[in-house]
């Protein structure tokens, strides 16, 4: 599908009525959003993008950033005829259905902000790899390495603590196994520069604060109660939402207990409740005066 001067894949699950458009997060792609869309079968169709750089997208030098993000999303929606939607984002994906909102309005309809779209705090003067969070330097330079097929690159996952072991099901697998090109050995798709770029403006506080103040339209706020692993607290605290709120009144902060930031969306329970909350938003705004 034709982006913004590049192609971007995308994945779709059909459903009645028009499609949500889910936006993924740092390093990952639209298959982060199985778990919700498989939960969403026969109600709710979802259409997922590779985001430039990632997954089967073109992977160009430049440009990359929030704002060229949502400008490829824009121009991609308009190609495939679609109007007014529900915007889904996880991790990155959030920050980036924010900046389409500010930028686009006429494209979205509703929010659903999944464990992102705030700014994070980083210490004056740390390195960039090590302000966020080590995982994500960690992350980054997974990107680097190959491993020598996909059920190693499942294994290799598997005794890391990010997805643990009772959130382990199929859908972690298929995302691990998108997430890696070639057949033996593979390697993760992303793009380590096109990360980096994106990385950079995670800290552009006024910038995504002043793209929040803009959001005029119902929007949910979904945290995970715990960070990257199960032992980390969560990146979104309350007094976090608390702050999100008085950017944006309209808001619904709504927390997932027993989560962490990935498993808020391939995690079996709080996939299907994703879903139902989903349904809801979309039945709210498409009953809204003036959408029907």
Known sequence: MRGDGIELAFGYWPGRGAPVVALHGLTASYVN??????????????????????????????PYGLAQHARDVAAAMRNM??????I?????GAFIAAALAAQDPALVSGLVLIDGGFPLATPAGVPLDLGLNAALAQRIAQLRQTYPSRKEYREFWRTQPNFPCEEWNRWV???????????????????????????GEAFQREAIIERLKAIRVPTMFLRAERGFTPDQGPLFPDELAVQIQALVPQVEDIKFPGTTHYTIVLGEKPAARIADLVCE?????????GNG
Do not use: N, T, W
């Open 33 to 62: 959003f199985i778990g919700i869309a498989e939960c969403l079968h026969g109600r709710v169709p979802l259409l997922g993008f590779d985001l430039r750089g990632r997954g089967d997208a073109d992977k160009p030098a430049g």
């Open 81 to 86: 005829g679609l109007g007014a939607s529900v």
């Open 88 to 92: 889904i984002g996880h991790s990155m």
């Open 173 to 199: 697998e298929a995302f691990l196994d998108y997430e890696v090109a070639g057949e033996s050995p593979v390697q993760p798709k992303a793009a380590e520069a096109a990360v980096r770029a994106d990385l």
């Open 281 to 289: 938003l979309r039945e709210r705004v498409e009953s809204r005066p």
